[in-house]
């Protein structure tokens, strides 16, 4: 029967017929834990020794514990602190903490008594109490001796257990056993050669390969398996889709999270007292309140166009527009606040754009909704654009980036859009999936913030979009801690 190395080590240390436990075994075989255990494991497959386990508390010392033994109890703290004082200290002067429990345990001990001067108490270290003050105390030796391994008396253990100074902690210990088969092969064991893994060119130059063992492997035997590190399957996604993007030509817009009112909706031509501007629809941020409007400029062609059209052939909204709503500050409601931030700062014409953008909504949360989500923000400036361009870039993002087998167009309504679209798309169980919409910017929205060029928008859902990719159908499992289903989920994502 051919034996491991390792195998053979703790095989001929137990040939005595003894017990032995996991430890002694270590210290025969001078081999580290693991290395024993996984010996006897193998030993006991070829019935060569007998394994058992036993359950058992184990005591170790608490924080409090280590305190007590490295100072002191407090009891005895307490009397060293009176001798020191002279014998004796009013109780409100006492240094020694906790106070109470100090006290209670020496008037116990009869190491101090309490006594009533002038209308306080003092107390008093008793002869007996002076005698202990330099002297090792019982339970300090007891602390020590479960430190250090030794056993101790219950009745100690009770104490120290109900003053939180040691903890019982239940562990198993595995005890193992030579076998009268495991003693005949044991008998055949003469030279233990060292045994290799790797055979270095050191070895085969010197010719110590002769000397030593070549380990053997069964590749039928089952392995540990391994979690190699990778990102987050959704972070991985957005990671996916932002390169993909950028392939494509686009630039990556930015913006901050906390947004003016002005960028998220008034520069989007979104009226002051249009619903989705309420506290159902959106957050509002406390402090501070308000921020700071972009250029005079953009804020007085925005104002009129929103009052009268200004020279976008429009007539406006017709009311009184108010910097003091617009300056109001937010968290970042719609990506496309970040495409008006773009459009104001002199784009390139022809250019295109993107962001992926955190956006946060007061929702009912679900399998397709969340309260903070990420919404994939794309525009395309050009002279000769028009919808047909728009509703292919939609197409392809529904069909190449979430791989859905079917998608439809529906017609939708959004103020800063004209004409407007929603996408949606076909998710095997949920069914028919709103994933965004879509449209060409109003002139409202362009020719007050500078542009003269048509412009194509589109802000989608992608946390809905990786719902497709990644096959799950409840969006709050992308950003699930759950380590079995990120460690599961498969890495490569191709687009």
């Given amino acids: 029967m051919e034996l491991e190395r390792n195998e053979a080590l703790v095989l001929k240390a137990m040939i005595d017929g003894n017990e032995y436990s996991v430890n002694e075994l270590v210290e025969k075989t001078k081999l580290n834990i693991a290395a024993v255990v996984k010996a006897l494991e193998g030993l006991k497959v070829r019935k060569l020794v007998e394994v058992r386990e036993e359950e058992k508390d184990v005591l170790e010392l608490s924080e409090e514990g280590e305190k007590a033994l490295e100072e002191g109890v407090v009891e005895r703290k307490l009397v060293k602190e009176l001798v020191e004082a002279g014998g004796n200290k009013p109780v409100d002067d006492i240094e020694t903490q906790p106070k ?6 020496a008037i116990k001990k009869g190491w101090v008594k309490l006594e009533k001067k002038d209308n306080k108490r003092f107390v008093v270290v008793t002869a007996r ?12 030796k007891a602390l020590r001796d479960i430190a250090e391994g030794r056993k101790v008396e219950d009745k100690l253990i009770k104490i120290l257990r109900s003053r939180g100074l040691v903890e019982a902690e239940k562990k198993s210990e595995r005890y193992a056993r030579i076998t009268k088969e495991g003693e005949k092969v044991a008998g055949t064991i003469k030279e233990i050669k060292e045994e290799v893994t790797l055979l270095t060119p050191d070895l085969i130059k010197t010719g110590k390969w002769k000397e030593v063992e070549i380990k053997r492997y069964d590749v039928k035997d089952p392995v540990r398996e391994i979690y190699p590190a990778k990102k987050q399957p959704y972070r991985a996604f957005l990671d996916e889709v932002k390169r993909k993007l950028i392939s494509m030509g686009f630039k990556e817009m930015e913006g901050p999270l906390i947004e003016l009112e002005f960028w998220n909706f008034d520069a989007l031509f979104q009226p002051q007292n249009h619903p989705a501007r309420t506290w159902t629809d959106t957050y509002k941020l406390k402090h501070p309140s308000h921020g700071k409007l972009p250029a005079k400029k953009i804020v007085e062609r925005v104002k009129k166009t929103h009052e009268n059209g200004w020279k976008t052939g429009s007539k406006g909204w017709r009311y009184k527009w108010s910097e003091e709503i617009a300056s109001q500050l937010m968290p970042r409601a719609q990506g496309t606040a970040l495409s008006a931030r773009t459009l104001a700062s002199l784009p390139e014409i022809p250019g295109k ?15 397709t909704h969340l309260i903070e989500f990420n919404q994939v923000e794309g525009i395309v400036l050009g002279e000769e654009l028009n919808f047909r361009h728009l509703l292919g870039i939609l197409k392809t993002f529904a069909k190449e980036v979430a791989r859905a087998e079917k998608v439809k167009f529906y017609p939708d309504y959004y103020p800063f859009t004209e004409p407007s679209v929603q996408l949606s798309a076909k998710h095997p169980e949920l069914g028919w999936v709103e994933l965004g919409g879509a449209g060409i910017f109003r002139e409202e929205v362009t020719k007050p913030l500078g542009i003269d060029v048509p412009v194509i928008a589109w802000g989608l859902g992608i946390d809905r979009l990786a719902m497709f990719k990644l096959g799950i159908k409840d969006i709050r499992y992308l950003f699930s801690y759950d380590l079995e289903w990120i460690r599961k989920h498969k890495a490569i994502i191709t687009l």
């Fill in 100 to 105: 109470d429990v100090a006290i209670g345990w």
């Fill in 353 to 367: 754009y993107f962001a992926i953008a955190r956006c946060y909504r007061p929702d009912k949360l679900d399998a």
């Fill in 129 to 140: 109490g002076k005698e202990h003050a330099d002297k090792e105390d019982e339970l300090e």
